[in-house]
C-alpha cells in the first residue's frame, strides 16, 4: 500500500505555514513605515552582507517585497486554499515534491489571482512611499520620492503633472488584467429560463 506523503508549506488548512514566516508578515503589517525602513537600513548595513545590497536598488527592491508581501499572500492565501484535495492527493500519490507541486500545478492553476495579486504589489510599491525614502540610494529616485519632493518644495504644476501620469499607469497596469479577466467573470448559475 502506498504511503501518502504530505507537503508541509503550504496554507490554510490545506498545508501549515511555518510560524516564522507568518510573524515576519504580521510584524511588518503592523510596524510603522519607517521602523521598517530603519530596520531594512540596519540589517542591510552589517559587515558581513559587506555593502552587497545597501545603497544599491537592491535595497528598494526589498523594501517593496516586504511591504507589498503580505498583501499579496492575503490575495493568493484563499485561492490556494481552494485547489481541489484530489488534485494534492494525486500528487502525493505520485510522490511529487512539494515545491513542484505548488510552482507547477497550484499557482498555474490560480493565474487569475496571482495577475490580482501583481496588481495588488505593483500599485503599493508604486506608492510605497516611508521606507523607500529612506533606503533609497543616493541621487537615484523614484516616482513617489520625486512626487513627495516636488510637493515638499512647491513645485505644484510638475507634481500635477507627475500625479497625471502616475495616475495613467495605474490604471493601465489595473485595467489590463481587468480586460484579461473579463471573460471569466461570474455568470449566473442556475436553469436558464427560455420564453
Not at 494525486?90 to 512539494?98: F, K, R, S
Not at 495577475?115 to 516611508?130: D, K, N, Q, R, T
Not at 516616482?143 to 513645485?155: A, C, D, K, Q
Request: overall charge positive; glycine content about 8%.
Amino acid at each position: 500500500m502506498a504511503r501518502l506523503r504530505s507537503p508541509r508549506r503550504l496554507p490554510l488548512g490545506v498545508w501549515r505555514i511555518p510560524a516564522l514566516l507568518v510573524c515576519v508578515g504580521l510584524g511588518v503589517l503592523l510596524m510603522g513605515v519607517p521602523v521598517v525602513g530603519i530596520a531594512l537600513i540596519y540589517c542591510l548595513n552589517q559587515p558581513v552582507l559587506d555593502g552587497l545590497l545597501y545603497d544599491t536598488w537592491g535595497a528598494v527592491v526589498v523594501c517593496h517585497t516586504l511591504r507589498a508581501l503580505p498583501f499579496v499572500a492575503l490575495v493568493l492565501l484563499p485561492a490556494v486554499a481552494q485547489t481541489p484535495r484530489d488534485v494534492r492527493d494525486a500528487c502525493a500519490v505520485d510522490g511529487v515534491p512539494a515545491a513542484s507541486l505548488f510552482f507547477r500545478i497550484i499557482l498555474p492553476m490560480h493565474w487569475r489571482s496571482l495577475l490580482v495579486g501583481f496588481c495588488v504589489a505593483f500599485v503599493l510599491s508604486l506608492s510605497e512611499l516611508g521606507a523607500t525614502y529612506l533606503v533609497i540610494p543616493p541621487g537615484k529616485t523614484t516616482l513617489s520620492v520625486r512626487f513627495f519632493t516636488l510637493i515638499h518644495y512647491g513645485v505644484y504644476s510638475d507634481a500635477a503633472g507627475l500625479c497625471l501620469m502616475l495616475s495613467m499607469i495605474v490604471a493601465f497596469v489595473a485595467g489590463i488584467p481587468a480586460l484579461l479577466l473579463l471573460p471569466f467573470r461570474a455568470r449566473p448559475c442556475g436553469p436558464v429560463e427560455s420564453n
